[in-house]
């Protein structure tokens, strides 16, 4: 079973920050035909996989094609956006009996998900791949503006 597997490779190396990477996330996160729901067997068993492994620094995954941030049993759950067409952000219920014309799949940028860890902490930087309109560039005008921000600093 894979949660045993997981459960005896966190088991090994509980010095070393992990990070788990997986496909569907293991929270509701409102878009009620893209969920996962608690009371799902496979979520309990992640649950008893990784609990007790205090070294997962974060849970990474994708499926609803949206960024999305979550706690979770005491992790953050970052949820990356697709690089294909993104789900549409509609938190009402839906009933599969029911068409309601509800926008489901957007033609929004697709994006990505860099994850930087400081040393301490899993930090998740969420962008789309679209050209950006560059507003202001590092050159002698920001110049002052920068080395005030870093004055503030204690």
């Known amino acids: 079973m894979r949660a ?5 490779r966190l088991a090994e190396q509980t010095d070393r920050p992990t990070v788990i990477v997986m496909h569907h996330p293991p929270v509701e996160t409102g878009i009620e035909w893209m969920n996962t729901h608690p009371d799902e067997p496979w979520v309990a068993r992640f649950r008893d996989a990784v609990g ?12 609803i094609h949206r960024a999305v941030a979550v706690g979770w049993e005491g992790q953050t759950v970052s949820i990356c956006r697709s690089t294909a067409p993104q789900v549409a952000l509609d938190l009402r219920p839906i009933d599969p009996d029911v068409p309601d014309g509800r926008a489901m799949i957007v033609a929004d940028t697709p994006g990505y998900a860099l994850h930087y860890w400081n040393g301490q902490h899993l930090v998740t930087h ?3 791949a679209d ?21 503030e600093r204690p």
């Not at 620094?57 to 499926?63: A, D, E, S």
Request: glycine content about 8%; hydrophobic content about 50%; some cysteine.
């Open 4 to 8: 045993d597997w997981l459960k005896a």
């Open 52 to 63: 007790g492994a205090p070294h997962v620094v974060g849970i990474l995954c994708g499926h």
């Open 126 to 128: 969420f962008e789309d």
């Open 131 to 151: 050209d950006h309109v560059l507003l202001a560039r590092y050159d002698v005008r920001m110049q002052a503006l920068v080395r005030e921000l870093l004055a």
